[in-house]
């Protein structure tokens, strides 16, 4: 099937690290993405890694991959009350066309 | 540049009333998609359009037509609409020479049928 998960709800304190984690089907997807929604907005990508890779990092943002697992991680440092928002991972699904399949998307609520 | 705008943003319709939704690019793009997101799922692919007057079924296209008439529009109708069709609808347009990651979304229609 093409059920990419998530789990649905995270809630973490201003300062502390959120790890939002995604389990994705499709072992050939040469990249996974990670995808923010903030309240009453589309989505815009937030970051991507390319599937031979272990692990990206970007500012406060890191991404994990264990392709083994087909696990994907998101790790956000130092969260923000600006951070809140709803993450979506995706894959890349080769059905005669490119699409994106996402994942059912995590809540994450930054209290002060 | 606008960018991606859909219009409306909210409409209340009744159980087999019909309704076009409009999105409109300002960026030249080749390829538009229509998604509807759902509490608790992922955005699933309606339909989409890989330039003007073409269209494609995408992975949940039933109870949905499309039209591509001009390349900055792409219309979503629902001819007789369903409460399982409640829904938050969300356009994109990428160039064509782009990865398909790189999709501009729309700000959404929410939509209710009762």
């Known amino acids: 099937g093409e059920d990419v998960e998530q789990s649905l709800f995270l809630s973490v304190r201003e300062g502390d690290s959120s790890v939002i984690n995604c389990t994705y089907t499709?072992?050939?997807?040469?990249?996974l993405y990670w995808y923010k929604q903030e309240p009453g907005a589309g989505l815009q990508l937030l970051t991507y890694i390319f599937s031979n890779m272990d692990m990206k990092q970007d500012q406060r943002l890191t991404v994990l991959l264990n392709k083994k697992d087909k696990h994907l991680s998101l790790r956000i440092a130092d969260t923000q009350t600006g951070d809140s928002a709803i993450y979506f991972c995706a894959e890349v699904m080769n059905t005669g066309f490119q699409k994106l399949v996402f994942g059912t998307g995590t809540r994450l609520l930054v209290s002060p | 540049n606008a960018g991606v705008t859909q219009t409306p943003k909210f409409r209340v319709l009744k159980t087999g009333q019909s309704m076009t939704l409009l999105c409109a690019q300002d960026?030249?793009?080749?390829?538009m998609y229509w998604y509807r997101q759902d509490p608790g799922m992922g955005l699933r692919l309606i339909h989409y359009?890989?330039?003007?007057?073409?269209?494609a079924k995408g992975e949940v296209p039933d109870g949905y037509n499309v039209s591509r008439l001009k390349k900055q529009n792409f219309l979503l109708g629902l001819e007789s609409a369903a409460p399982s069709q409640t829904s938050v609808y969300f356009c994109a347009s990428r160039p064509q020479q782009g990865a398909v990651h790189e999709q501009y979304f729309g700000p959404g229609t929410r939509l209710t049928v009762t």
């Open positions: 359009s890989v330039g003007e007057g073409t269209t």
């Open positions: 499709d072992s050939s997807s040469t990249y």
């Open positions: 960026m030249n793009h080749e390829y």
